[in-house]
């Protein structure tokens, strides 16, 4: 299932890890929620519909429901740290933007990237 | 990142890949909705909304937001194909449950599932 690139297959799935990150941002609902729907356009993803969730007494979690999958994040930001998932059934959107683009905005000092080939 | 089980860490991610599946059924957005929020249900969570996409010609993308994080599924009848992800942040969490129950619904004649420890 574990790919170190993408090959060709049917769903395309990024599992990030980011670490070190900024806690106060990782509290931040409102501003999640804009970062991840800025993500799915990076990617020429058509968002369908999202939903985010605030946690006491903190973390976040979200999802971004795109005609092409979705994306997701949980955070934890007593530990500074974000899981996010990216997964396309298209091959042709512009996954490592939005992947590049949510790093740089959380402000990361420590990230993963694992691909998985789904199907 | 990748364990064969899991060992305590910040979420709990279980990626199940269901192969020779119902086609009929992976493509009834009703039906799936019902088994995924029934498999939440089975896990002990706490659903907080879900939302399911039907796409044309075929397949159904869905997620189920749970107060411990989401499942979700996208549907590919054409290839008797469903990839699902169970993510959870709370380790009390009857997973295993879930994944069973989605398996046995689909009538999945080929199953694999992986165990992710993120964070």
Redesign the interface.
Known sequence: ??KTQFQKT??Y?I?L?LHDCDATLLNDMQQIKTIMCEAACKAKAMI??E?F?Y?LPF?V?G?V?I?E??L?I?T?PE?G?A?I?V?T?NSKLALQAAVQYITQQFNAGNV?Q?Y?H??
């Open positions: 299932m574990q049917l769903g799935h599992v890890e369908v519909t939903h969730h946690f973390g979690s999802v429901i005609q999958s979705h997701t949980h934890w530990h740290y899981a998932d997964f059934c993963t694992h998985l789904r199907g």
